[in-house]
């Protein structure tokens, strides 16, 4: 049984580009995470999907966009990248039994 | 804000117990505590959690104290696979939904 699964797993981006990552959720799970972690911290909500609607934002700002599409898979978007959105981003989704599976994380360094 | 607070860093020797603790005095009656493990450059892993009472799965066991302000994480024979970043989560409630607040965890290193 697959986990949760995110591409790319590396990325490299210039300052004021665009990306798009994503994530396919673990089989069964419909909810679905984001997960910012700059080195040496803890990883920080970004925001929750769930029936193809955001429920739960954290405090990031509206550069931070995202998606679910009806198979419940996600993207986040982030717009005009600035060189502290270098950071690991995690993907997770919701088993109602035990917790949150998180992905391996996508690497995005912004130069 | 993370609602736990846990030692920065441990140590234990391969084969011991390790028993990892967490402060969360401000929880609330319907609040769970979770603990995750993050080895390095992985995505975390669930370990285990609970209300109440102590639990116990294959991974460790939980101490809750009777008044749920700390509690504990028990690997009991640990390995050098399990040196990793723990951390211990309070469920954050909001419209049904569920994020995770993860602090700076603790970083534990098993000794050969």
């Known amino acids: 049984d697959a986990g949760v699964t995110q591409s790319p797993t590396h990325l490299i981006k210039t300052r004021g580009q665009q990306v798009t990552l994503r994530c396919s959720p673990k089989s069964g799970h419909d909810t679905v995470s984001w997960y910012q972690q700059a080195l040496g911290q803890g990883p920080q909500f970004i925001f929750q999907?769930?029936?193809?609607?955001?429920?739960q934002r954290g405090n990031f700002p509206d550069r931070f966009s995202g998606h679910q599409f009806p198979n419940y898979s996600s993207e986040l978007n982030v717009n005009a990248l600035l060189l502290g959105d270098s950071a690991l981003y995690l993907c997770?989704?919701?088993?109602?039994?035990?917790?949150?599976?998180f992905g391996s994380g996508t690497r995005l360094t912004v130069v | 804000d993370a609602k736990t607070t846990q030692p920065p860093s441990m140590d234990c020797a391969e084969g011991r117990a390790a028993n990892l603790p967490c402060n969360h005095s401000t929880i609330s009656g319907n609040e769970y505590v979770y603990w995750y493990r993050q080895i390095h450059s992985q995505g975390p892993q669930y370990i285990i959690h609970?209300?109440?009472n102590n639990e116990t799965n294959e991974m460790a066991s939980l101490i809750i104290t009777e008044d749920r302000k700390s509690s504990t994480l028990i690997l009991p024979h640990a390995t050098l696979r399990d040196t990793a970043v723990y951390y211990c989560i309070v469920i954050a409630t909001q419209g049904g939904s569920e994020k995770l607040v993860f602090g700076k965890g603790t970083k534990l290193t098993v000794n050969p």
């Open positions: 999907y769930y029936e193809e609607e955001e429920r």
């Open positions: 997770a989704s919701k088993s109602r039994a035990y917790g949150y599976t």
């Open positions: 609970g209300l109440k």
